[in-house]
């Protein structure tokens, strides 16, 4: 039997819930790294694989299939032995996944990821920073926190819809969550501080699918570190130009 194909690059978040997912979940696969920051997704070869040309996507016999949710929702339901938990055969806590999932495009994502690459992960591929977009993704993130841990996160259980288990919703948000490591921690502890309830459920979430989860999320902490290399060049550089002696006046 063929492999499936997962079409990834490990910095994209939905890349990262699809391989997670196929980890956990022991489906084998072929992770074909298409890099983002080569333009790698713009090619010939990947359009005809998915048209938008965005990551993830995935191959599996003849079948091709894009877009991060309905990639979870098609391995939870074709593959066999896949836990319940991820996405239930009752159809009522189904639609209930559904409407998380709905939510998150909607709402988080636009927060969430161009908060992060407007303020501090555009350099690394090749764009210049804008604070105005930052701002306004700052707004929509912190009211998708908000919403988080009032409505979804309220009830008893550690996940989504106060379930006792992980869905592919909770794989799916918390991977998005996670891009906010690459903030500095002073700005991480701002935007994550107040929302202990979601922190708590990011944990529970790492925790129930480790050690997978901690390796895929590995080259976040490798970016961070380029991010922070080039903050220091650039804060040398300019306390170089500030304690510059003033050439002596030849008047």
Request: with cysteine.
């Amino acid at each position: 039997m063929l492999k499936v194909k997962v079409y990834a690059d490990r910095m994209s978040q939905p890349s990262r819930a699809v391989l997670i997912f196929c980890k956990v979940n022991g489906i084998e696969f072929d992770e074909i790294k298409v890099e983002i920051s080569k333009r790698q997704q713009l090619s010939p070869e990947f359009a005809a694989i998915n048209p938008f040309k965005k990551l993830p996507a995935i191959v599996d016999g003849r079948f091709k299939l894009f877009e991060s949710h309905a990639i979870l929702i098609y391995l939870a339901s074709a593959f066999p032995g896949i836990a319940d938990h991820w996405y239930p055969a009752d159809l009522s806590r189904r639609a209930r996944i559904h409407s998380v999932l709905d939510w998150h495009h909607l709402n988080l994502r636009h927060g969430a990821a161009p908060f992060v690459l407007h303020s501090v992960l555009a350099p690394v591929l090749g764009l210049p920073l804008n604070p105005k977009a930052a701002a306004e993704a700052e707004k929509i993130l912190i009211s998708s926190l908000l919403k988080l841990e009032n409505i979804w996160l309220k009830g008893n259980g550690r996940y989504l819809l106060g379930n006792l288990q992980p869905s592919i919703a909770d794989l799916s948000l918390v991977c998005e969550i996670m891009q906010l490591e690459l903030l500095d921690e002073k700005d991480r502890e701002r935007i994550l501080g107040p929302h202990k309830k979601v922190q708590e459920w990011i944990e529970s979430t790492r925790n129930a699918t480790r050690p997978h989860f901690d390796e895929v999320h590995k080259v976040l902490y490798k970016v961070k570190e380029i991010i922070q290399a080039k903050q220091s060049n650039q804060g040398d550089g300019v306390m170089q130009s500030k304690t510059k002696s003033p050439l002596p006046s030849k008047m």
